[in-house]
């Protein structure tokens, strides 16, 4: 079933091998000097994974116990921040195994904390355990801002009074020592935390600096024994400037730094022993700054040289494996695609596969409460579906350009078999200006093709100006035009058409069908019927173009937008006869329509799903890239809406009703090339649906970030690079498809890009609807319709400009806080004004439709100078 060939399997091979060059190259191993034997001091918190000295939930003797052995032969003094509950234990406990103490009382605002911690310490001095080397009152209480410098030189005079010649200090980072220097007076050595991470300072650099302020302060407290309190790096967390949390950047610079403080005679504690979940006020960074894990182990190696990512063959392996994976379902099918394609194809799925490869990793590092982890499960939702929908683009970006196999497509010439079958041409009107339907009628009164008739069906008109003028147009006409008015008639469109096969001649053997607008070219019948020679066709379409596209800049984009669809995907699709039939322009086997019961009255795109009933009866269909006919756009955004809105809204009415023969739960005909044209084909509109929601919780959780800085943090880099590269990905693409497949210039291309945005909320309003809903009723798209003041635009588009404003401020006030700078949250603001641009282009597209006569130099009003009526020779040349 899945099975890619040889020449696919060298390109895999070739990018593969040339990855795998490039982690050992730039994943080379750094030799940095080895941990000492024994090191002078580790900072000393036995908690585990479920305790917590907020939520008093302490470990036992016997745990501190275990802990203190695993580091007896590795540490010659512990250093302890409380003596609260068993922590006072710890003395008593080291003593047998050989290790110092230097204890810590902890000091807050809690005023009757500190008396009780003050009165645990003297008990704890009765003992006399013999190695207590000093006295640590407060840790960083001043730097929090709880109490005064008075107040905490009070409590060291108290604690110095009873310490029985037992040195007495107070832990501070160096800044605040600095700044506070009279505190010096109280104690009998300083203890100073220097920590580069919280000051982004580069990691290779770090242990300079950290000697830099030692030195600093030995000249600020001459002749004072100096003892660096807390010196360490974090292996996990957000990034701050330059200070990248990782654990081989843990690894050396606390080997760099030993080795220089050992050299120096340095007095220390590396922070510290072990991983404390429990410290989450210091944002995720808190819990990484262990020398062992939390279950216990070491976290990277105390002598071997030091790997960047020590797990790099696992990573290359499982990248590996998942590019094959995905290769074996996007190139199943690949005949056509020539070797540039499948390397293109190659590169993008090895990227998207090491980007969640690593995305899974760097999850498996943490350590997550199971709110996390729901979330995490969310995110990898998230991502794997962004990365569906960005492999259906690739897939179409290969195909549109190094597929050999698009169709130029048949031959295309007139029968010489016999005589042409009739063709019964319907028009389907209903409230339409009289003129314009006259005028198209008009036209197919001078078709050069003999054998046809036209039967024109309005239905449910109420204003007898609009159809009556239509009906003595056509009794003035010869036998071969006709006209019904029927009202009531149920069935839209749909039922419309099932009237005029009911009234269709006996000897058609064609159904042809076009909207009351569309002007055709005189040989459309002539080429178009052609194909049927092939018995096994039963569907020629051809493109739905448009005639208007210069009179006004708001029609030249949406005119651009337009032929994307036609000029690119439907090219495509017809390689795998997998096109959608469009309600216009198109010529149907009136046998087969008759097989599967004419048209749905039940579903509002009536035309795409009869092509797919008719596909899944195993019948061929065929595009033809040459323009025939050409109709008007809309006129203003609110009905380029409403079109938009019922396309999307079908869709998902035609997926949920056809869904068991994709999922091949009922037996059909489908080929799996057309199950993935159609399923790829809707995937981007499901896409629009998820952003809303997606854009919905952004915003929730923007709001918390702002509110609460302390407590949420961004997202993971990887979380907003992912949708980031996949909007550069997906406007990469489209200018590059645009150019070369329809010879589009650059503002031709961004008129389309805008154009195609500003309906994404319109088409997520419909996805979502469509999962609830299973009738909204029929909205004709108007024509030749009056356009929009100001205000009028302004209205509707109100939806999106609330989001757009909702967002852009979302982003303005995460440069509020305070870690504005950092990757995660500039990378997040990224996020929020790429996610405003689809509104924002809604917002300024409605806006230009009210300028009716905006003058525009897109496109003229010339056939052949338009997108769609060059496409042919497009195709040709891109071919070449």
């Known amino acids: 079933m899945f099975k890619i060939d040889r020449a696919s399997w060298i390109i895999i091979s070739l990018v593969g091998a040339l990855l795998l060059t490039m982690w050992a190259v730039f994943n080379r191993p750094d030799d940095v000097p080895s941990w000492p034997d024994t090191i002078e001091g580790v900072s000393f918190s036995p908690f585990r994974p479920g305790q917590s000295p907020q939520k008093t939930d302490f470990p036992s003797e016997e745990q501190i116990t275990r802990d203190l052995e695993l580091l007896a032969d590795r540490v010659r003094e512990v250093r302890t921040y409380s003596v609260e509950e068993s922590l006072g234990s710890i003395p008593r406990l080291a003593a047998p195994l050989g290790l110092e103490v230097m204890v810590g009382v902890w000091i807050s605002s809690d005023i009757d904390r500190n008396w009780a911690e003050i009165g645990t310490l003297r008990r704890l001095l009765a003992e006399n355990t013999g190695n207590i080397t000093g006295i640590v009152v407060g840790n960083e209480v001043l730097l929090r801002g709880e109490i005064t ?140 700054w262990g020398i062992f894990n939390a279950a216990r182990e070491p976290k990277f190696p105390f002598a071997a040289p030091v790997t960047p990512v020590p797990e790099w063959r696992a990573i290359a392996g499982f990248s590996l494996a998942f590019t094959v994976l995905i290769l074996a379902l996007l190139l199943r099918d690949s005949r056509g695609l020539v070797h540039g394609g499948r390397g293109f194809l190659v590169l993008v799925s090895y990227a998207i596969s090491m980007a969640v490869v690593w995305m899974v990793y760097d999850y498996s590092q943490k350590y997550m409460t199971w709110e996390q982890v729901v979330v995490g499960i969310g995110l990898l939702l998230a991502a794997f579906c962004i990365t569906i929908v960005l492999l259906a683009e690739a897939h179409e970006w290969a195909e549109s350009i190094w597929n050999r196999r ?43 093709y003999a054998n046809y008739e036209v039967i024109v069906v309005d239905n449910n008109t109420d204003d007898p100006d609009c159809w009556e003028p239509v009906e003595r147009w056509c009794d003035r006409q010869d036998s071969r035009f006709s006209f019904h008015h029927v009202n009531p008639l149920a069935g839209y469109k ?20 076009i909207d009351s607008d569309y002007i055709v070219d005189p040989n459309w019948l002539v080429d178009c019927t052609a194909a049927f020679e092939d018995a096994n066709i039963a ?94 756009m809309p006129d203003n955004f609110l009905d380029y809406k409403k079109q938009r809105f019922r396309w999307a809204y079908g869709s998902v009415l035609i997926l949920r009703h056809h869904m068991r023969y994709f999922l091949s739960l009922s037996r059909s005909k489908l080929t799996a090339g057309q199950r993935y044209h159609f399923i790829a084909g809707w995937l981007p509109w499901m896409a629009d649906g998820l952003c809303l929601m997606f854009n919905c919780i952004a915003l929730a959780y923007s709001v918390l970030m702002v509110l609460y800085p302390h407590v949420f943090n961004p997202p993971e880099v990887m979380m907003s690079l992912l949708p980031i590269g996949f ?41 979502l609807a469509g999962l609830h809903t299973t009738s909204i009723g029929f909205v004709r798209t108007p024509k030749l319709a009056s356009g929009h003041c100001v205000l009028q635009a302004i209205m509707v588009v109100r939806e999106e400009a609330l989001i757009a404003v909702a ?51 897109l496109f003229n009003d010339r056939p052949e100078d338009s997108l769609l009526g060059r496409m042919s020779e497009s195709l040709a040349r891109a071919r070449q």
């Open 406 to 448: 698009h169709a130029l497509h048949r031959q295309l010439r007139v029968s010489s078999q016999g005589p042409a079958p009739k063709v019964s041409i319907h028009v389907p009107i209903h409230d339409e200006p009289p003129d314009m339907v006259i005028e198209t009628l008009a036209a197919l009164r001078r078709l050069n």
């Open 539 to 632: 569907i020629v379409q051809a493109p739905q173009d448009y005639r208007d596209a210069g009179q006004s800049l708001f029609k030249s984009m949406i005119y651009a937008e337009y032929a994307g669809f036609f000029g690119i995907g439907m090219v495509n699709r017809d390689s795998r006869n997998a096109i959608i039939q469009h309600g216009t322009m198109t010529i149907v086997r009136r046998s087969v329509l008759e097989d599967v019961d004419g048209w749905s009255e039940w579903c509002i795109t009536e035309d795409a799903e009869l092509g797919l009933r008719i596909l899944e009866q195993g019948h061929q269909t065929a595009y033809v890239p040459m323009s025939y006919g050409r109709g008007v």
């Open 149 to 288: 410098v008075d107040q905490l030189s009070s409590y060291v005079d108290i604690v110095r009074s009873m310490s029985g010649g037992i040195p007495v200090t107070v832990a501070e980072t160096w800044d605040v020592w600095l700044k506070n220097a009279d505190l010096a007076d109280h104690v009998d050595y300083v203890t100073a935390h220097v920590l580069p991470y919280w000051e982004g300072i580069p990691a290779s650099i770090a242990h300079d600096y950290v000697f830099e302020r030692y030195d600093n302060l030995r000249k600020a407290f001459t002749g004072m024994p100096l003892v660096l309190g807390e010196v360490g790096w974090p292996s996990e967390g957000r990034q701050r400037g330059g200070a990248i949390p990782s654990l081989p950047n843990q690894a050396k610079f606390l080997r760099k730094f030993l080795q220089q403080a050992d050299t120096r005679g340095v007095n220390y504690f590396v922070l510290e022993a072990f991983d404390q979940i429990w410290k989450t006020d210091e944002g995720a960074v808190g819990r990484y």
């Open 807 to 857: 967002l852009i401020l979302a982003a303005c006030a995460m440069g509020a806080r305070d870690d504005f700078y950092l990757t995660d949250t500039r990378l997040w603001m990224t996020l929020l004004l790429i996610q405003s641009v689809p509104y924002v282009s809604a917002v300024i597209l409605s806006l230009i439709s009210t300028f009716e006569k905006l003058p525009t130099r």
């Open 727 to 767: 909007f550069v990905f997906k406007l990469s693409k489209m200018m590059v498809l645009y150019r070369w497949r329809l010879r589009a210039n650059i503002w031709q291309s961004i008129g389309a890009g805008i154009a195609g945005l500003s309906v994404s909320h319109t088409i997520a309003r419909a996805m």
């Open 494 to 513: 749909a039922g419309a058409l099932n009237h005029a096969m009911r009234h269709t001649a006996d000897d058609a053997e064609l159904i042809a069908v």
